[in-house]
Nanobody, 124 residues
Framework: QVQVVESGGGLVQPGGSLRLSCAAS????????MGWYRQAPGKQRELVAA???????NYADSVKGRFTISRDNAKNTVHLQMNSLKPEDTAVYYC??????????????????WGQGTQVTVSS
């Protein structure tokens, strides 16, 4: 079992900043990628940013230049620094982690775990 927990959401004015954090825990052998997704009311969940264990990043066009994803492999954590926030960034933000679980080789299996989500509201 691998658990993922997000923190750091809240209410911020347009142009402001927020930092989201996510920690994965459990019987983790390795994490291939961690990422942030968001879902606004009435819309589908979409990728915001993702980062591999090697540090390769991928961003949605709508957040490039404003959001920065970073990762601490030793602590199994990922952060999303969000600057110049806009009302259209309002959504529930979800953290995702995928990799291999199981400390013993015969216990290894893939996992794809999601957090419960954290609300980000950008409004004046």
């Amino acid at each position: 079992q691998v658990q993922v927990v997000e923190s750091g959401g809240g209410l911020v004015q347009p142009g402001g900043s927020l930092r989201l954090s996510c920690a994965a825990s459990g019987s983790i052998f390795s994490i291939n990628a961690m990422g942030w997704y968001r879902q606004a009311p009435g819309k589908q969940r979409e990728l915001v940013a993702a980062i591999t264990s090697g540090g390769r990043t991928n961003y949605a066009d709508s957040v490039k230049g404003r959001f920065t994803i970073s990762r601490d492999n030793a602590k199994n954590t990922v952060h999303l620094q969000m600057n110049s926030l806009k009302p259209e960034d309002t959504a529930v933000y979800y953290c995702n982690a995928e990799g291999l679980s199981g400390y013993r080789y015969y216990e290894r299996q893939t996992f794809d775990s999601w957090g419960q989500g954290t609300q980000v509201t950008v409004s004046s």
